[in-house]
């Protein structure tokens, strides 16, 4: 009997000490794995520990951040006080907040009152002139505020860099930094109107350092929003008119050195610090780490899973480096890797890339058609210039071009030939001085001039 017990207690303990062994070997893989992926994302220039963008602390004096919220905090100020019209077709006298659900669709005013210049500095380009003259006047402390930002170099935003948790760090800053872009852009289309080509150049120039300056830090939403306002810029330039906008110098100098690819894989490289250090649990997680499982077994594979994550970043920021048409089909096989049942954080919080690297496409696509279309009308014969058309980042085919009989021509993607482009394929058709549409775009008459 002694014999049997003393078998037992044996097997007891090579089985707990076999158990301690593997556990000891994955959490050393684990850790292995962690550090390897830690140190190429540094190799790619890429931050893991979020608290070094806090470092070193930047002067107020020299910090753009801080009157960038200035000059946001005073136009939320003075939106707020706005003039209030009626709408028509309501009874309705409760003010609307501009800054509510809904930002500024195309149903806004229609249940309640509404703020003429508040909705002339989102839409200019139809917007009444007196209007837009108005609203921009009692907003010009807002203009020169931002203007003296945009001379500053150094932007460092008032964030918790010390957060344990940086899924849990708010950034107010974002819509603050597009609804200045917006008044930007609003004066700058007004001027050009106007035939004040230098203060229209140096609004947009302006616009354009602030969206620099919103994508610091790199994180993926930050590039974004960044992207967003070049695109509200180009807008603006194509709403001006291009026999006009070869006066914008500084602005087209700008655009045209823009690396929309670069800055979203660095973007998504941004995220590192959500992924390295970030705590998914706890009472303060619970919005976002909803069903997630508790099982203390889990945490054995913590750094691999993380370190999974991370591997995933660094493959997603090196295709995203790549025209859109080469990688799209990688992007898809990148997410369809099945993720380990263990990885509970890799199975609640992998992100689908392939959006925001689409949205940079689409954003360069847009600009490359502005630029050729400005090559195409510097010449003196427009249906004769021998200009070489880009090559689209969407669909890696070149950009068409056409020429009705009675003048103007139009210049697009291929992309927005698709029947799937419907949301933004009036973007990636630019007519110039006509409304007339090639064979190849007839079909989608319809999406093509439902804004005019």
Same mark, same amino acid.
């Given at each position: ?28 893989? %684990?850790?292995?794995?962690? @550090? ?8 790619? %220039? #890429? ?12 002067? @107020? ?10 000059? =946001? ?13 009626? =709408?028509?077709? *309501? ?8 800054? %509510?659900?809904?930002?500024? /669709? ?108 919103? #994508? ?6 930050? !590039? ?87 591997? %995933? ?7 995203? $480096? ?6 799209? /089909? ?15 954080? =890799? ?7 392939? *959006?925001?690297?689409? @949205? ?23 249906? *004769? ?6 090559? #689209? !980042?969407?669909?890696? $085919? ?8 009675? #003048? ?26 006509? *409304? ?17």
């Amino acid at each position: 009997m002694k014999t049997r017990y003393k078998l037992a207690i044996a097997a007891f303990m090579v089985t707990i000490g076999f158990i301690a062994a593997c556990a000891w070997l994955i959490d050393f893989s %684990g850790r292995k794995q962690f @550090n390897e992926a830690y140190a190429q994302i540094e190799a790619l %220039g #890429g931050v893991v520990d979020f608290s070094t963008y806090g470092e070193p602390r930047v002067p @107020n004096e020299e910090n753009a951040a801080l009157l960038w919220v200035e000059a =946001a905090e005073l136009l939320e100020k003075i939106d707020e006080a706005s003039p209030v019209a009626t =709408a028509e077709n *309501s009874e309705s006298t409760e003010e609307v907040d501009p800054y %509510g659900f809904g930002g500024y /669709g195309d149903n806004y005013g229609d249940w309640g009152d509404t703020q003429p210049e508040v909705l002339a500095i989102e839409d200019p380009f139809t917007a009444d002139p007196e209007v837009l003259a108005a609203a921009i006047a009692a907003r010009q402390k807002v203009l020169d505020i931002a203007l003296q930002a945009s001379t500053l170099t150094k932007c460092q935003w008032e964030l918790d860099y010390d957060a344990k948790n940086m899924i849990l760090v708010l950034l107010p800053h974002l819509g603050q930094c597009r609804a200045v872009a917006r008044l930007l852009i609003a004066d700058a289309y007004f001027a050009a109107k106007s035939d004040d080509w230098k203060r229209a150049d140096e609004n947009l120039t302006v616009a354009l350092r602030l969206a620099e300056h919103a #994508g610091e830090p790199p994180f993926l939403i930050n !590039v974004l929003v960044r992207q967003s306002i070049d695109l509200l810029v180009i807008q603006a330039i194509k709403a001006i008119g291009l026999p006009q906008a070869s006066q914008l110098e500084s602005t087209l100098s700008i655009l045209e050195t823009r690396q929309y690819r670069e800055q979203i894989s660095r973007g998504i490289l941004g995220e590192s610090p959500l992924y390295a250090h970030s705590v998914f649990t706890g009472p303060e997680m619970e919005d976002f780490s909803s069903g997630m499982p508790e099982e203390r077994w889990t945490r054995l594979w913590r750094n691999q899973d993380r370190a999974f994550l991370l591997r %995933g970043l660094v493959q997603a920021s090196q295709l995203a $480096k790549q025209p859109y048409y080469e990688v799209a /089909g990688k992007f898809e096989s990148l997410e369809d890797v099945e993720i380990p049942m263990v990885f509970t954080i =890799a199975n609640h919080f992998m992100y689908s890339f392939s *959006s925001p690297v689409r @949205n940079a496409a689409t954003v360069e696509e847009q600009r490359d058609l502005l630029f050729w279309a400005l090559r195409i009308h510097s010449s003196a014969d427009h249906s *004769s210039i021998e200009s070489e058309p880009p090559i #689209g !980042v969407l669909t890696g $085919k070149p950009m068409k071009r056409w020429h009705p009989e009675e #003048g103007g021509f139009v210049v697009w993607s291929v992309s927005a030939e698709s029947p799937e482009e419907s949301v933004s394929r009036e973007n990636l058709v630019l007519r110039v001085n006509t *409304s007339e549409l090639p064979p190849e775009l007839e079909p989608y008459a319809d999406d093509l001039n439902s804004e005019e």
